[in-house]
Nanobody
């Protein structure tokens, strides 16, 4: 099993920045990709960004491209999401995810509980 814990959420004004962190523990000997999603009440979970553990290849959802940056620290089994130019519509619960089965950068096996991000106008 793998456990994921996010941190770094909070309240920020529109135009501001936040940096989210996610630490993986447990059976982390094989990580293929880690990524970030967000969850809005009554809506499907939305993919935001993913990064491959080998090579650091990244992908982004169009609405956050150019504003959010995903990065990783393989030695710490951690992934980060730098969020700039935040908008009120970015308000959501942000969830970290990990894949240890290599099904591609959009498919994940483990999920964190999430951290709340609130952007005020």
């Amino acid at each position: 099993q793998v456990q994921l814990i996010e941190s770094g959420g909070g309240l920020v004004q529109a135009g501001g920045s936040l940096n989210l962190s996610c630490a993986a523990s447990g059976h982390t000997s094989t990580i293929y990709v880690m990524g970030w999603f967000r969850r809005l009440p009554g809506k499907e979970r939305e993919f935001l960004a993913g990064i491959t553990w080998s090579g650091g290849y990244t992908v982004y959802e169009d609405s956050v491209k150019g504003r959010f940056t995903i990065s990783s620290d393989n030695a710490k089994n951690a992934v980060y999401l730098q969020m700039d130019s935040l908008k009120p519509e970015d308000t959501a619960i942000y969830v970290c995810a990990l894949s240890n089965t290599g099904r591609g950068i959009y498919n994940y096996d483990f999920w964190g509980p999430g951290t709340q991000v609130t952007v005020s106008s």
